[in-house]
């Protein structure tokens, strides 16, 4: 059971949305939003049958998950209880959240995930994005970008995370480990995601203890696969033509324009936008028209930065960064949490992060790997 989430997310998840895709099936990727919740309720009521569910909560964390709860009550749901807002926005937002306490109860249920299971799961995925690579590209007669589970930046994204276990067990010119980072850097090069190129770039300038020119040759790889995103989708290398660009404009001036709600968030309601015309088939022609909706919410913008702070403001950002620098303080003897926080902070310029269905309970569980080894770790030189 400790490898199922990693299954779904990088098995089962692109496979079925590729599957049906292929047969020209239509299927709503957050189905596999279901599937957590069946797992969730499952998981719970299978501990409660065989009473292995024995929650310990101090009382500050008891009185503080109680501040939390009262806070996103009336900061979310306030604006639908008063017919400000509609409901997909506000599940939207309430999303990681929910991961949270999946993962949490997850944890306590099962146990921690091993590292192994998230480079397994990262070979997977690098193996099915490379046969759709080369199955589409010869039916095609061309070199098309793949579309792995639907939203391909997200698939991309796990294979970031996968990589820093390998990174953080630093073995890469043994057998097993070679192949492995051969099949992820395959994978992530198909994707042809900017951003997690981007972020793979930086952890191996940082991170790799490896020759030079090996590191050169792999940071060298991750730029052509840029530079051939932009050629492939026929995409402009002028800044200003970029969604993310207008996405990160057009919050900046929203932000201005009402300080207030800039320092303690919109909360979940139609934003006071304006919408510039390179978003306007994106934001109006397919997003409210999937969804149906009648205004601009914060989940129109890709970034989790962005996101979140529309959401809660700059005391929401603030808050949010001392838990990351907690985080960093507590477990630096821990590799593996430095390398995800950087994953986090990086992708999360781009793109939703933990509000991603088939992104934020995996990212959750590889952060916990990390925190459990450190610990693990800490309770062995204490014993010893």
């Known amino acids: 059971m400790k490898r199922l989430p990693i299954v779904i997310a990088y098995f089962l998840f692109p496979v079925i949305n590729i599957l049906t895709r292929d047969m020209n099936y239509a299927i709503n990727r957050n189905?596999?939003?279901?599937?957590?919740?069946i797992m969730f309720f499952v998981s719970l009521l299978l501990a409660a049958l065989n009473n292995r569910l024995k929650l310990q909560i101090k009382r500050p964390m008891l009185v503080f998950s109680l501040v939390i709860i009262n806070w996103t009550f009336v900061h979310y749901?306030?604006?639908l209880a008063v017919n400000?807002?509609?409901?997909?926005?506000?599940?939207?937002e309430t999303k990681p959240f929910l991961y949270v306490l999946f993962v949490l109860f997850w944890l306590k249920i099962w146990g921690s995930p091993k590292g192994d299971y998230f480079i397994d799961g990262?070979?997977?995925l690098g193996?099915?994005?490379?046969?759709e690579f080369v199955v589409e590209s010869f039916l095609a007669h061309q070199y098309i970008r793949v579309s792995g589970s639907g939203e391909i930046n997200y698939d991309a994204m796990l294979l970031v995370v996968s990589s820093c276990f390998l990174i953080n067990q630093g073995k890469f010119w043994s057998q097993k480990s070679f192949w492995r980072w051969m099949v992820i850097l395959l994978g992530l090069f198909i994707s042809l995601s900017r951003t997690a190129l981007a972020t793979e770039m930086i952890l191996w300038f940082m991170f790799m203890n490896i020759c030079p020119v090996i590191k050169i040759a792999v940071i060298a790889l991750s730029v052509v696969g840029v530079f051939l995103s932009f050629n492939v989708r026929d995409l402009s290398f002028v800044y200003i033509s970029m969604d993310r660009y207008w996405m990160w404009t057009s919050a900046l001036g929203m932000f201005l324009a009402n300080p207030i709600q800039a320092l303690l968030g919109f909360g979940i309601q139609p934003l006071p936008v304006t919408i510039p015309a390179q978003l306007m088939y994106l934001w109006i022609d397919l997003q409210q028209t999937a969804w149906?909706?009648?205004?601009?919410?914060?989940?129109?913008f890709h970034s989790f930065w962005l996101r979140f702070g529309i959401s809660w403001g700059a005391i929401g950002i603030v808050l949010l960064v001392l838990l990351i620098v907690y985080l960093l303080v507590s477990y630096r003897q821990s590799k593996l949490v430095l390398y995800l926080i950087i994953v986090f902070t990086l992708e999360g310029l781009t793109m939703g992060t933990v509000y991603l269905s088939n992104v934020g309970i995996p990212f959750m569980l590889a952060?916990?790997?990390g925190i459990s080894n450190t610990r693990d770790n800490t309770?062995?030189?204490?014993?010893?």
């Open 84 to 92: 400000q807002t509609e409901l997909v926005p506000l599940i939207q």
């Open 77 to 79: 749901f306030y604006n």
């Open 127 to 131: 193996l099915i994005l490379t046969v």
């Open 292 to 300: 149906g909706l009648s205004g601009i919410y914060a989940y129109n």
């Open 379 to 384: 309770a062995r030189v204490q014993r010893a």
């Open 367 to 369: 952060l916990a790997v």
């Open 122 to 124: 990262g070979v997977v």
């Open 31 to 37: 189905w596999i939003d279901v599937a957590w919740m």
